[in-house]
């Protein structure tokens, strides 16, 4: 905004405000249930944009499964409680709530202070920091504007429950993330995987958080689909080979960067940046560089792109390292993705409360006799002791020896089990120490994890190609979506109304369906607004079918393109194989002939 439109009061209308216009008018996404006045933070993809998005979710199943080899799984989208108590997510996946006094609106509170103030990453702060914060900045609703400060900012947990069967049912909960799906499921996907590492699980799926305040569209909201890679690697035997991607240059925003007083994001390649140890972790930098060129070959605008590492006090607890890959939008920067090294926190976790088995066996290269802690306990005393808990006190007691063996140096041990100390006599336990000759060790795998949110991958991609000029002193509004995501790649039109025009429009619609492409027909209105119907929703190509084609042998048909409006006469009977060949990337349109 200039600064005589801000003298003036003036509003110039932001991309977002336009494409969100264009997204309820042509069909690629709006707010659900409209009919009964809509819902906050659930969205409807509409014809153009459900195309889109799975297009978006076959170019990542392409690049990050096949490409990579992994496997891809599809798990329920409800869980068990117990898979959350495991995971942490009952009593960790909360954001910072404020209700307003006056209106009663809830609010995000960091996004209160993100908004109204310099602090650009509030959500990393603790919550007496934020409630200083409002009351310093003397921050107020943004629903009516009664005043915040002296407001209490409380933890909100964020999954919707649910009740699994009838009467005293089991609890569960929708899942917060897809990556629950695949680390439950470890025992079994390490069998398929033949009990070798490294191996990777992708999903492609929903998954859902009761967010305070959903906002901007499909950025924020309660229901989002998730494409995210677990690859599993053994943390002292697999390095990735970064050979292939050592060269790919990306703009990385470090977290020294952000706590600079002059900080900011600079251009580098993976391998100089793993070299300066600016990114520490080779599997997370490996990805970094697989994602970058895939993000730019879905048309992610790379002048508006970046990586920005987690600061310390945003980083999960388990994360050893953390970079977000970003868009930017409206001179915002919004993330679209996750990069993260979550260690063997998982696996460890749904062991430890499962009672299954989350390893695999690494075989020595020759056998080994080697010292082991063991205990085998005295049930005659336990069981008394500890009734119905006895068997959790055998698994603390073996946790205890494999740990620290000078636990059981003395006369008793002590144990904490739920929140209470407890002492056992030493001679109860059955503790010693063996030789044992071993040919190999299990192994707890640790979680390299590419997470991608596939709903802003969309939006960032619609954003981005998002175009206005001018075509014959009249305005254009288009999408410049690269061909291999574009909801349709070529609409097909007869010049008129016509029996025999239509005929064979329809006749080339066909053959181009059936050479695999995607077509629409039409046949409305006259065809300058044909084409700028097809402009608005990025179909790449128009073929027009006109008297020329159906009364001259080897006639052709008018092709022209979407984003230069040029346009080229071509053979009907080549026309499949030459489109084929130029959404395949073999051909650019400007190489045919006149």
Same mark, same amino acid.
């Given at each position: 905004? @200039?600064?005589?439109?801000?003298?003036?009061?003036?509003?110039?209308?932001?991309?977002?405000?336009?494409?969100?216009?264009?997204?309820?008018?042509?069909?690629?996404?709006?707010?659900?249930?409209?009919?009964?006045?809509?819902?906050?933070?659930?969205?409807?993809?509409?014809? &153009?944009?459900?195309?889109?998005?799975?297009?978006?979710?076959?170019?990542?199943?392409?690049?990050?499964?096949?490409?990579?080899?992994?496997?891809?799984?599809?798990?329920?989208? =409800?869980?068990?409680?117990?898979?959350?108590?495991?995971?942490?997510?009952?009593?960790? $996946?909360?954001?910072?709530?404020?209700?307003?006094?006056?209106?009663?609106?809830?609010?995000?509170?960091?996004?209160?202070?993100?908004?109204?103030?310099?602090?650009?990453?509030?959500?990393?702060?603790? =919550?007496?920091?934020?409630?200083?914060?409002?009351?310093?900045?003397?921050?107020?609703?943004?629903?009516?504007?009664?005043? *915040?400060?002296?407001?209490?900012?409380?933890?909100?947990?964020?999954?919707?429950?649910? !009740?699994?069967?009838?009467?005293?049912?089991?609890?569960?909960?929708?899942?917060?993330?897809?990556?629950?799906? =695949?680390?439950?499921?470890?025992?079994?996907?390490?069998?398929?995987?033949? !009990?070798?590492?490294?191996?990777?699980?992708?999903? =492609?799926?929903?998954?859902?958080? !009761?967010?305070?305040?959903?906002?901007?569209?499909?950025?924020?909201?309660?229901?989002?689909?998730?494409?995210?890679?677990?690859?599993?690697?053994?943390?002292?035997?697999?390095?990735?080979?970064?050979?292939?991607?050592?060269?790919?240059?990306?703009?990385?925003?470090?977290?020294?960067? &952000?706590? #600079?007083?002059?900080?900011?994001?600079?251009?580098?390649?993976?391998?100089? #940046?793993?070299?300066?140890?600016?990114?520490?972790? *080779?599997?997370?930098?490996?990805?970094?560089?697989?994602?970058?060129?895939?993000?730019?070959?879905?048309?992610?605008?790379?002048?508006?792109?970046?990586?920005? +590492?987690?600061?310390?006090?945003?980083?999960?607890?388990?994360?050893?390292?953390?970079?977000? #890959?970003?868009?930017?939008?409206?001179?915002?920067?919004?993330?679209?993705?996750?990069?993260?090294?979550?260690?063997?926190?998982?696996?460890?976790?749904?062991?430890?409360?499962?009672?299954?088995?989350?390893?695999?066996?690494?075989?020595?290269?020759?056998?080994?006799?080697?010292?082991?802690?063991?205990?085998?306990?005295?049930?005659?005393?336990?069981?008394?002791?500890?009734?119905?808990?006895?068997?959790?006190?055998? &698994?603390?007691?073996?946790?205890?020896?494999?740990?620290?063996?000078?636990?059981?140096?003395?006369?008793?041990?002590?144990? @904490?089990?739920?929140?209470?100390?407890?002492?056992?006599?030493?001679?109860?336990?059955?503790?010693?120490?063996?030789?044992?000759?071993?040919?190999?060790?299990?192994?707890?795998?640790?979680?390299?994890?590419?997470?991608?949110?596939?709903?802003?991958?969309?939006?960032?991609?619609?954003?981005?190609?998002?175009?206005?000029?001018?075509?014959?002193?009249?305005?254009?509004? $288009?999408?410049?979506?690269?061909?291999?995501?574009?909801?349709?790649?070529?609409?097909?039109?007869?010049? &008129?109304?016509?029996?025999?025009?239509? @005929?064979?429009?329809?006749?080339?619609?066909?053959?181009?369906?059936?050479?695999?492409?995607?077509?629409?027909?039409?046949?409305?209105?006259?065809?300058?607004?044909?084409?700028?119907? +097809?402009?608005?929703?990025?179909?790449?190509?128009?073929?027009?079918?006109?008297?020329?084609?159906?009364?001259?042998?080897?006639?052709?048909?008018?092709?022209?393109?979407?984003?230069?409006?040029?346009?080229?006469?071509?053979?009907?009977?080549?026309?499949?194989?030459? *489109?084929?060949?130029?959404?395949?990337?073999?051909?650019?349109?400007?190489?045919?002939?006149?």
């Amino acid at each position: 905004m @200039s600064e005589q439109q801000q003298a003036d009061g003036e509003r110039t209308e932001s991309t977002s405000e336009k494409l969100v216009e264009l997204a309820k008018r042509r069909g690629y996404f709006f707010q659900s249930s409209g009919a009964y006045g809509g819902v906050g933070g659930f969205y409807t993809f509409g014809p &153009q944009g459900a195309a889109l998005k799975g297009n978006v979710e076959d170019a990542w199943r392409e690049r990050f499964a096949l490409a990579e080899g992994n496997m891809e799984i599809d798990a329920p989208t =409800i869980m068990p409680e117990p898979v959350f108590e495991a995971s942490g997510h009952l009593d960790g $996946f909360d954001d910072m709530l404020v209700e307003c006094p006056e209106c009663g609106e809830s609010h995000r509170a960091d996004h209160v202070v993100e908004d109204n103030t310099e602090y650009e990453d509030a959500e990393s702060l603790p =919550i007496p920091e934020v409630e200083d914060v409002i009351a310093e900045y003397e921050l107020v609703c943004p629903n009516c504007g009664a005043g *915040l400060a002296g407001q209490a900012v409380d933890s909100f947990n964020l999954m919707f429950a649910t !009740n699994i069967g009838p009467g005293d049912s089991d609890p569960g909960y929708l899942r917060p993330e897809t990556a629950q799906g =695949i680390f439950v499921e470890f025992p079994r996907l390490k069998e398929y995987a033949r !009990n070798q590492l490294p191996f990777g699980v992708t999903q =492609i799926g929903r998954a859902y958080r !009761n967010e305070i305040s959903p906002r901007r569209s499909i950025i924020r909201t309660r229901e989002f689909t998730q494409a995210e890679l677990e690859y599993f690697i053994d943390p002292e035997a697999d390095d990735p080979d970064l050979s292939s991607v050592a060269d790919v240059e990306v703009t990385l925003y470090p977290a020294s960067e &952000q706590n #600079a007083e002059d900080g900011k994001a600079f251009e580098t390649t993976i391998g100089e #940046a793993v070299e300066e140890d600016i990114i520490t972790d *080779l599997w997370v930098a490996y990805f970094l560089g697989v994602a970058k060129p895939w993000y730019e070959s879905v048309g992610v605008d790379m002048d508006r792109f970046r990586y920005r +590492q987690h600061l310390s006090g945003e980083r999960a607890h388990y994360a050893s390292d953390c970079w977000d #890959a970003e868009s930017e939008i409206d001179g915002n920067w919004i993330e679209m993705a996750g990069f993260a090294h979550r260690g063997n926190y998982d696996l460890s976790k749904h062991a430890e409360h499962s009672g299954d088995r989350f390893t695999i066996f690494r075989q020595y290269d020759e056998p080994k006799t080697v010292e082991r802690a063991t205990v085998d306990p005295d049930m005659s005393y336990l069981g008394p002791e500890f009734g119905g808990d006895a068997q959790a006190v055998v &698994q603390k007691l073996e946790d205890l020896a494999a740990r620290d063996r000078s636990a059981f140096d003395g006369e008793s041990v002590e144990i @904490s089990l739920e929140g209470e100390t407890h002492e056992i006599p030493v001679e109860k336990t059955g503790f010693s120490v063996e030789e044992q000759t071993e040919a190999g060790e299990h192994v707890t795998p640790h979680v390299v994890e590419p997470s991608f949110g596939v709903d802003r991958t969309v939006y960032t991609v619609l954003h981005h190609a998002y175009r206005e000029d001018e075509v014959a002193d009249e305005e254009r509004t $288009f999408l410049e979506l690269e061909p291999e995501v574009a909801p349709t790649f070529v609409g097909v039109f007869p010049l &008129q109304s016509d029996d025999e025009l239509e @005929s064979e429009a329809t006749g080339i619609a066909e053959a181009l369906r059936e050479a695999g492409l995607s077509v629409t027909y039409d046949d409305s209105g006259n065809i300058g607004r044909r084409y700028r119907r +097809q402009d608005e929703v990025g179909t790449p190509f128009c073929v027009t079918v006109d008297y020329e084609s159906i009364e001259q042998e080897d006639g052709g048909v008018t092709v022209r393109e979407r984003d230069s409006t040029d346009q080229k006469r071509l053979p009907i009977d080549d026309l499949p194989e030459t *489109l084929s060949a130029i959404r395949a990337g073999d051909l650019e349109f400007k190489e045919l002939g006149e």
